[in-house]
């Protein structure tokens, strides 16, 4: 009965008995082991997901093995060898580039059961988690041009769920009817001095040109946009309003405190490990998950602080 059974646990563990989990995956086929596997873009990002994944895992009984990009001659093959040997039961692959993601998923498509977190290019093929970036931009563009902005740019990263990013702030901008240009997106690659140059390219412009405001596709360029716009005698938010994404730590810390989207990093980790979870346990089909939720979004949040203002231009 299960009260027998909890009574003979309490005595195991009063003796200091812990199951050995070896003898344990050896009688059930299973490690219990998730692979958490990809590139740390930003450490509250990476963290604050990881820490959504890893939660959800012990809580089912798991735990989370992490496996990080680290440079630009990071192997597949050493990947996926290493998946398989280790024998892990699934695998969350988080924040990979198209071109990496499509490697491991035809190299372990129906080898090994797999969520993508943050990988864009995904959809239809496994159960995706990302966040909402139409609604977020949505919310961005709404509230400046609640501010009076309409002349609104971008800088951009480089990487694809960045590269999304770019597109949903395009669509936005023309459903709101906005005036929409190439040069008004401009790539920022991550690197602050690639984002201040970025932010020159845009506030060089002839001033009835200049955008009043820039969105930027995390919130480490938006920090290079304010250090920028200070040092070409502009003022923030009087004269420029700077909206950032992710709602970091500098976010907060920012002079002016910056505008930003909140992702919601451990609610998609959460999600993520659940939905992996849910198809190891036999409580969902691999298959059926990947064709009936093909692509799951988490909401988001803007967070309005002191880098965005009315436009002074009236």
């Not at 990809?38 to 959800?56: C, K, N, P, R, Y």
């Not at 989207?261 to 998950?289: F, T």
Request: charged fraction near 25%; glycine fraction near 6%.
């Amino acid at each position: 009965s299960e009260k027998t059974r909890q009574r003979v646990l309490d005595v195991a563990r009063q003796m200091g008995y812990r199951p050995n989990q070896v003898a344990r995956s050896v009688a059930t086929g299973k490690t219990r082991v998730i692979a958490f596997v990809g590139a740390v873009i930003s450490i509250d990002f990476a963290m604050e997901t990881l820490s959504g994944v890893m939660s959800e895992a012990e809580k089912n009984g798991y735990t989370v093995k992490v496996m990080q990009r680290t440079d630009e001659n990071w192997s597949i093959r050493h990947v996926v060898d290493t998946l398989l040997e280790r024998r892990v039961d699934g695998v969350i692959f988080f924040h990979m580039d198209q071109d990496l993601w499509d490697q491991l998923n035809k190299e372990l498509r129906g080898a090994i059961p797999m969520v993508a977190l943050s990988c864009v290019g995904t959809q239809g093929s496994i159960a995706s988690v990302n966040s909402d970036n139409h609604e977020a931009y949505e919310q961005i563009i709404d509230h400046l041009m609640g501010q009076g902005h309409r002349r609104i740019a971008m800088i951009a990263g480089m990487s694809y769920s960045i590269n999304e990013r770019s597109v949903e702030f395009a669509q936005v901008m023309i459903d709101r009817g906005l005036k929409l240009e190439p040069w008004m997106i401009q790539r920022g690659d991550w690197e602050l001095h690639t984002a201040e140059k970025a932010t020159r390219v845009l506030l060089d412009r002839p001033i009835d040109q200049r955008p009043t405001a820039i969105c930027c596709a995390n919130d480490e360029m938006a920090m290079a946009v304010l250090r920028t716009a200070r040092s070409m005698g502009i003022d923030v938010p009087g004269q420029l309003s700077v909206v950032g994404f992710g709602e970091t730590n500098v976010a907060p810390m920012a002079d002016p405190p910056l505008t930003s989207i909140d992702q919601s990093y451990q609610a998609m980790g959460s999600l993520a490990s659940e939905k992996l979870i849910d198809v190891l346990e036999n409580r969902a089909d691999g298959e059926a998950l990947a064709a009936n939720t093909p692509h799951l979004t988490i909401p988001t949040r803007l967070v309005i602080r002191q880098s965005t203002a009315p436009n002074s231009d009236g």
